[in-house]
């Protein structure tokens, strides 16, 4: 089972982004465990480190490109 965890991440205030990302671990840690064919996916680790890599005037339409297909192949979004 493929899971995606849909979150925002561009407004979460800069005082409140810890906690946030370490629950959204959390989460996919739990969701990932309830059973041992889950695949679970995010934007936090599974699109934004790599769109570091890229050129700033690309980002916008990669984040928005990747985010969609996982969201597309995920059978569960959460």
């Given at each position: 089972?493929?899971?995606?965890?849909?979150?925002?991440?561009?407004h979460?205030?800069?005082?409140?982004?810890?906690?946030?990302?370490?629950?959204?671990?959390?989460?996919?840690?739990?969701?990932?465990?309830?059973?041992?064919d889950?695949?679970?996916?995010?934007?936090?680790?599974?699109?934004?480190?790599?769109?570091?890599?890229k050129?700033?005037?690309?980002?916008?339409?990669?984040?928005?490109?990747?985010?969609?297909?996982?969201?597309?192949?995920?059978?569960?979004?959460?």
């Open positions: 089972m493929k899971i995606y965890i849909a979150c925002g991440l561009t979460v205030p800069r005082d409140l982004f810890p906690h946030y990302t370490e629950y959204l671990h959390s989460l996919a840690q739990a969701l990932g465990a309830l059973r041992s889950c695949l679970v996916k995010y934007a936090l680790l599974n699109s934004d480190p790599q769109l570091a890599e050129p700033p005037e690309e980002r916008a339409s990669l984040c928005y490109a990747w985010d969609r297909r996982m969201v597309e192949e995920a059978d569960l979004v959460h």
